[in-house]
């Protein structure tokens, strides 16, 4: 399975998959490494973890996104990402946060939550882009969330 954008492949986390990594050196992600072992036990979490950002025009891995564990009880996820410095300020991490949004919705999700430093101003705009709402502030951090239309 892949999710496929205008510019971007997000695909799930897997053993085979996070060879890539490994053969670009990428060291943005350490959560996928212990994605991978819970997923040797658990294979129900293959989606809601670590996800990457591929660029289609060549394959380069720019980033990693995904979930932080399955949807809870009340249908609630909490999404996060992450993409090296060099692909900032270029619309990739609305462009891949949006698509994983959209499969989330498809999959019966209700809300998804996430987090930034109060001081990662570009962070913010791509939560405000995807319509994202504060819920909560504390001295260093907002806490977001969007409920399924």
Known sequence: ???????????PCTAEVVTVLTEQNYKNGPQVWGHLEKLAEDPSILYWGPWLALLKSNSTVIGDL???????????????YGLL??????GYATEAVGALMDWAWQQGVR??????????PASIRVLEKLGMNVAIKSD??????????
Request: aromatic fraction near 10%; charged fraction near 40%.
């Open 66 to 80: 995904g979930f932080k564990g399955k949807p809870d009880n009340k249908g609630a996820v909490e999404i996060g």
């Open 1 to 11: 399975m892949k999710l496929e954008t205008e510019r971007l492949l997000i695909v």
């Open 85 to 90: 410095e060099e692909y900032w300020h270029k």
């Open 140 to 149: 260093d951090m907002i806490y977001w969330e969007k409920n399924k239309a």
């Open 111 to 120: 809300k998804i939550k996430a987090e930034t430093l109060r001081g990662n």
